[in-house]
C-alpha cells in the first residue's frame, strides 16, 4: 500500500440532530422565517406594481416633453393617458380569457375614470421642478420612492376648452 492511500482521512459524517433539541428548532424557524420574508416581500410587489407602471408611464412621457415642471393640465392629460393605456381591450382578450375577467377589468377601470373624474387621482406632484428631476434620474426601483422623495398629489380631470383643442389640432 501506498503511504497517500493510508494518510486519507475519513470522510466525516453529517450530524444528525435530535428533532426536539434546540438546534433544531433554532434551524426549523429560520427557515419559516425565510419563507415569511419571501412571501411578504411578494405581496409588497404586487401591491406596488400598479404605482410602479404609472411612475414608468409619467417617466416616459417627462423625457419625451423635457420640461422642467408641468401645469395642472398638463397633468390631467397625463392621466388621461395612462387611464387610455388601461383600458380593456375586448377583442382580445374576450377570445383569450373568462368573460368574468373581462367585466372585472372593465368595471376596475370605470371605477378609476370615476375616481379621476370626482375625486382626483394620486400621481407624483409635478408642479414642483425637484420632483421632475428625481423622476427623471430615477432608475426604475421602487425602494428610492419614499413620501419625502416623491410625494403623491390629487389632480382633478381638467376639461380642455374646444377653442384650445382646435388650436392644438392645426
Known amino acids: 500500500?501506498?503511504?497517500k492511500e493510508k494518510k486519507k482521512a475519513p470522510q466525516k459524517v453529517a450530524k444528525?440532530?435530535?428533532p426536539l433539541s434546540r438546534k433544531a428548532k433554532k434551524l426549523t424557524l429560520e427557515g419559516i422565517r425565510d419563507i415569511k420574508k419571501e412571501k411578504n416581500?411578494?405581496?409588497r410587489k404586487k401591491e406596488q406594481k400598479p404605482i410602479k407602471q404609472l411612475l414608468d408611464h409619467i417617466q416616459e412621457i417627462v423625457k419625451k416633453e423635457n420640461k422642467k415642471t408641468f401645469t395642472e393640465s398638463e397633468i390631467s392629460d397625463i392621466i388621461d393617458q395612462f387611464l387610455k393605456t388601461k383600458a380593456p381591450e375586448d377583442?382580445?382578450?374576450q377570445v383569450t380569457?373568462?368573460?368574468?375577467k373581462l367585466e372585472f377589468t372593465k368595471s376596475l377601470y370605470n371605477e378609476e375614470i370615476k375616481e379621476f373624474k370626482n375625486n382626483g387621482y394620486s400621481v407624483p406632484?409635478?408642479?414642483n421642478a425637484n420632483h421632475v428631476k428625481f423622476l427623471l434620474n430615477w432608475d426604475g426601483d421602487m425602494k428610492y420612492i419614499t413620501q419625502q422623495s416623491l410625494p403623491l398629489k390629487k389632480f382633478k380631470y381638467i376639461e380642455q376648452p374646444k377653442n384650445e383643442m382646435e388650436t392644438d389640432s392645426k
Open 97 to 100: 380569457s373568462r368573460t368574468n
Open 41 to 43: 416581500a411578494n405581496i
Open 91 to 93: 377583442e382580445i382578450k
Open 16 to 18: 444528525v440532530l435530535h
Open 1 to 3: 500500500m501506498n503511504k
Open 125 to 127: 406632484d409635478l408642479t
